[in-house]
């Protein structure tokens, strides 16, 4: 069965500081995909990155980067000098390639606060 | 339009109504996705279209849901005998059908309140 956990269900750094979320998920497949979306307070999801099972390698966006390691069946998203504009819900998710359904299973999301 | 729009923004029915909410995706997108967001269930996925075929319908709540799409582009999400657990953000978006799924580009949501 498919399942995504984000322990931290919310988190506030202060601006500039760096700030990590985790993912953490389940899947018998060997083959699938690992997303994250970002829901601002406008409300409008935006989807940030998505990456398949057999790419290991950390991804870097600006100040974005999100590590995916198999061993652990993480795939955690790290902010770097965060800004108040990166307060938001961030939803981590997974779907199963392999699997004949189509579905996108998602974690309960991490709210997160930058205070200024 | 350049994004996704959804219609209506807003919508408040009484239980027991039927409702249809629409999805307009981007122009040359051949995937559309419909998902819902409540408090208490999160943000669920519901169905995916490639093209005017939907796969698979099993992540509809229940059967008072349906949804179609013709023409491969506007998509109606359809809810039959509303209840009051169907209150939720419908969300919709589209992405350009490289595989599923690909990037997408997410719609304002439509706001459904049932009384």
């Known amino acids: 069965a498919q399942k995504v956990t984000q322990a931290q269900t919310e988190i506030s750094v202060v601006e500039k500081e760096d700030v990590t979320l985790d993912c953490v998920y389940e899947?018998?497949?060997?083959?699938?995909?690992l997303f994250w979306y970002k829901q601002p307070p406008s409300g409008e999801l935006v989807f940030l990155i998505r990456r398949n099972s057999f790419d290991e390698q950390n991804e870097i966006s600006g100040r974005y980067s999100w590590n995916f390691q198999k061993s652990t069946s993480s795939f955690n998203f790290t902010i770097t000098a965060s800004q108040v504009v990166d307060s938001a819900v961030y939803f981590c998710?997974?779907?199963?390639?392999?699997?004949?359904?189509?579905?996108?299973?998602f974690g309960k999301g991490t709210r997160l606060h930058i205070l200024p | 339009g350049a994004g996704v729009s959804q219609s209506p923004s807003n919508k408040v029915t009484e239980k027991g109504k039927d409702v249809e909410l629409r999805c307009d995706p981007i122009?040359?997108?051949?995937?559309l996705y419909w998902y819902r967001q409540s408090l208490g269930q999160g943000l669920e996925f519901l169905i995916y279209f490639q093209g005017n075929s939907a796969p698979d319908k099993s992540g509809l709540p229940s059967d008072r849901f349906s949804a179609e799409r013709t023409g491969g582009s506007v998509s109606t999400l359809t809810i039959q005998r509303t209840q009051q657990e169907d209150s939720a953000v419908y969300l919709c978006a589209s992405s350009l059908g490289l595989g599923f799924p690909d990037t997408q580009y997410f719609g304002p949501g439509t706001r459904l309140t049932v009384l």
């Open positions: 899947t018998r497949d060997t083959t699938y995909y």
């Open positions: 998710a997974l779907s199963e390639a392999m699997n004949r359904d189509d579905k996108i299973i």
């Open positions: 122009s040359g997108h051949t995937a």
